[in-house]
Every structure is written in structure tokens, then in C-alpha cells.
């Protein structure tokens, strides 16, 4: 069975900054690509950036070179890293992955979703 444990979320104030890790535990499964995605309050699960294993990744409009994602295929582990954090981006933060498409930019090529992680940041 696949799970994807996450760590690394809390509280922030505005301006700080946040490391999201998440890893893929419990089985030989390796993801072809994994991604963060988010939901706010009353909001619909967006993506933050998704990520091949061989490093190309892509990000959403309003992350504005604020966030960074990496990934070690070694460990099957995906980070994120959240520079400049603001109020808008408090949310809880999910680790995904996928069994067939190499960058799961959107919930639909999504196999396996983290628990998430909240984030919250005050201004």
C-alpha cells in the first residue's frame, strides 16, 4: 500500500518561509511524477507545482518564483520550498503522486494523495 507521509507545515508569519517534505513510504511504488497542490477555505485544490523525476517542473500563476520544488528520486521524496509566504497562501498543502504521467499538474493525474499539511501565515 502506498502512502505518502508530509511534514514541514505551521505557522509563519508573513514574509517567512516554509520547507514542505513529503515521502513515499510502504511499498516499491515509484512515481513517474509527483506535485503539491493546495486548498484555502472554500476554495478548490489548485496546484503549487508539479515535478518529473528528471527535474522539469512547472508552477502555479500566483506562486511568482516565491516557491521552489525538488525531488530526490533516491529517497522517492518531493520538497517544497516557500519563500516569502503570505496571508493568501495559508491553505492546507497536499504531496501527491502519480502512476502514469511524468508531470500531475492537475487533481485528475493524480493517483496518490498525502494526508496535508496545514499552513498558516499571519500577517
Known amino acids: 500500500q502506498v502512502h505518502l507521509v508530509e511534514s514541514g507545515g505551521g505557522l509563519v508569519q508573513a514574509g517567512g518561509s516554509l520547507r514542505l517534505s513529503c515521502i513515499v513510504s510502504g511499498s516499491d511504488f515509484r512515481p513517474t511524477g509527483m506535485a503539491w497542490f493546495r486548498q484555502r477555505a472554500g476554495k478548490e485544490r489548485e496546484l503549487v507545482a508539479a515535478?518529473?523525476?528528471?527535474?522539469?517542473?512547472v508552477y502555479g500563476d500566483y506562486v511568482k518564483r516565491r516557491f521552489t520544488i525538488s525531488n530526490d528520486n533516491a529517497k522517492e521524496s518531493v520538497y517544497l520550498q516557500m519563500n516569502d509566504l503570505e496571508p493568501e497562501d495559508t491553505a492546507v498543502y497536499y504531496c501527491?503522486?502519480?502512476?502514469?504521467?511524468?508531470?500531475?499538474?492537475?487533481?485528475?493525474?493524480?493517483?496518490?494523495w498525502g494526508q496535508g499539511t496545514q499552513v498558516t501565515v499571519s500577517s
Open positions: 501527491a503522486a502519480a502512476r502514469l504521467f511524468s508531470l500531475p499538474a492537475t487533481p485528475q493525474r493524480v493517483d496518490y
Open positions: 515535478i518529473t523525476r528528471g527535474g522539469g517542473a
